[in-house]
Structure formats: C-alpha cells, structure tokens
C-alpha cells in the first residue's frame, strides 16, 4: 500500500526500499521543473544554446533527479521525515531517459526523542548507470 | 581559452533575504516532480496532520530565491557564465519541513572554492551554503550546494 506508515522497529539493515520509475524525461517536465523552482537556466530547455555550451543537447536539472529521489524516500518513509538528503549528480539525464530511484537501509540509531535511519540512495537510467548517487537520514516513529 | 576563477568570493557572507512560502508554489512544485502526495497537495490532509498545514518536499527549500539579487550578477562576479556551469552535488539537512504562509530568513555564503582536474578536463567548485530560520531565528534547514564550473 502506498504511504503505508513505516516503524522503527520494523525496519533492518539491508531493507531495500520500493524502486520508484520516473520518465521517459520529457521537455514539458524541464519546462515546469524550471518554472516551480525559478531554474531558468536555457541549458534544460533550449536545445541549441546546450548545444554550443558543449553539452550536447539538452539535459534534465539534477535537482528533478534529487527531487524524484527525495520522493522515493518519502514515498516509503512518509512525507515530513526526511532530516538529511544529500547527493552527488554523477551522469547527466537525457530527454527520453528513465530515472528509476533506490534505496537501501544502511544504519539505524536511537536517540533521545529521534530514532533515526540512515539510507543509501541512488537513481539509475535505463542502461543501468548511476545518475545520482547520495544518502538520506529518515526519522521515523517507533512502536507503541 | 581556460577562465579564471575569483576564489577571492571564498568566505563571502550575502545579505540575509526573506521569503515566504506560498501555498500554490509548494504544490506547483510537488506536480513538477510528479509527486502525489496528499501532505504536499491536499490541504484537508495537511490540516488534519500533525503540522497542522500542507508541508513542501524536502528538496522545496532550492526554490527559496533571492527575487531581488540578479542571478547573472554572482557568476558574473566569480568569473563565469550560464554556460559554463553544472549543478555537482546538493545537500539538504531538514529540521522541520516548509510551510505555506510562514516567513523564512535565508543566509548564503560561500564556504569553498576549488579547482580539479577530470575528465572532461579542468574544473572549479564552487561551494556554496544557506542557513534557512523561521521567524523565531529557530534553524528551520540548511542547504549546501557544489556548482561546476567548466574552465
């Protein structure tokens, strides 16, 4: 079930979240990716100009990547338990890629007030390569 | 023709800017990202949580601009331009999620500068972080972000 709560204690090292599948990455989604975070750069949306700035063309920001990952933690952890998010943007994604977004329970603390889990995150493309790659920590409620 | 990179901006503090955050833009963004979820769209959900209001994804805070600086204004001051840059690493520590209506007061500085060599050849890093509080001067979020510069 989606959003379904996740516990503490129910949770293991090794625990592999749901894969989320993003895409195929179309230029209306660049366009009000730009529009809802004021990223205008004409690197996203403007085919030419990417072209002379030697990229090849256009490419998706690498924070709809963060964000779609960003989902896939929430998605599984629940919205508003996310305490840190961090990644790397470690390939560029192309109009028409498929971004599918992972992740992995790698730790878990308890502390006073917070019980805490640490993840490996990383997105991937439809050849298998990795275009991002990071870590979240979730806090998520305990038991009883 | 490589360029040349002010390092000398490593350090700077900018002046601190207020944003509030409105209600149609935390959802504007969540559908941006195809993200359904009921805390970021549904405002009865929202109410009827423990925050009692819609919250914003956790990577919303990227969204909170200084509308009065000139954003061509800090490349052109670090020596650079729209082109020529690329988005390396981002980084989001969440004290407590963003909500609609409230008033945030955002700090950004310049942490590090520094140049590396890969392989698409010669390449500065631009580190840059922002201390996001609320209108109590409580540390709400912080963001660190690594900008590319291609040389």
Not at chain 1, 54 to 71: D, E, N, R, T, Y
Not at chain 1, 86 to 97: M, S, T, W
Not at chain 2, 121 to 146: C, L, S
Request: charged share 25%.
């Amino acid at each position: 079930m989606k959003y379904a709560r996740v516990y503490f204690d129910d949770v293991k090292v090794g625990d592999e979240l749901p894969p989320l599948v993003k895409g195929p990455i179309k230029q209306i989604q660049l366009t009000r990716y730009a529009g809802a975070s004021g990223d205008f750069n004409p690197i996203h949306q403007d085919d030419e100009f990417a072209r002379a700035a030697g990229m090849g063309g256009v490419f998706a920001h690498g924070m709809l990547s963060m964000g779609f990952v960003g989902q896939a933690v929430t998605d599984w952890a629940g919205a508003g338990t996310v305490r840190k998010l961090g990644v790397r943007f470690a390939a560029l994604v192309r109009l028409k890629d498929v971004v599918t977004c992972r992740g992995r329970v790698v730790a878990k603390s308890s502390t006073a007030g917070a019980q805490l889990v640490d993840l490996e995150v990383w997105a991937e493309n439809q050849r298998a390569e990795k275009v991002v790659t990071g870590r979240a920590t979730v806090a998520l409620p305990a038991r009883g | 023709m490589a360029i040349q990179i002010n390092r000398g901006l490593i350090g700077k503090e900018y002046p601190p800017y207020p944003v509030t955050v409105e209600r149609g833009k935390i959802k504007e963004f969540a559908r941006a990202l195809g993200d359904d979820n009921p805390h970021y769209l549904d405002d009865r959900v929202g109410a009827a949580s423990e925050w009692g209001d819609l919250i914003a994804p956790p990577t919303f805070a990227v969204t909170l601009r200084d509308e009065t600086a000139d954003t061509t204004a800090f490349l052109k001051e670090l020596g650079t331009d729209i082109s020529r840059i690329l988005h390396g690493e981002q980084e989001f520590e969440i004290f407590r999620p963003l909500q609609p209506g409230r008033t945030y007061l955002c700090r950004p500085r310049v942490v590090d500068i520094y140049e590396k060599t890969g392989r698409s050849g010669p390449m500065a890093f631009v580190v840059r972080q922002t201390a996001i509080t609320d209108d109590t001067n409580e540390i709400v979020a912080t963001m660190r972000g690594v900008t590319i510069v291609r040389l």
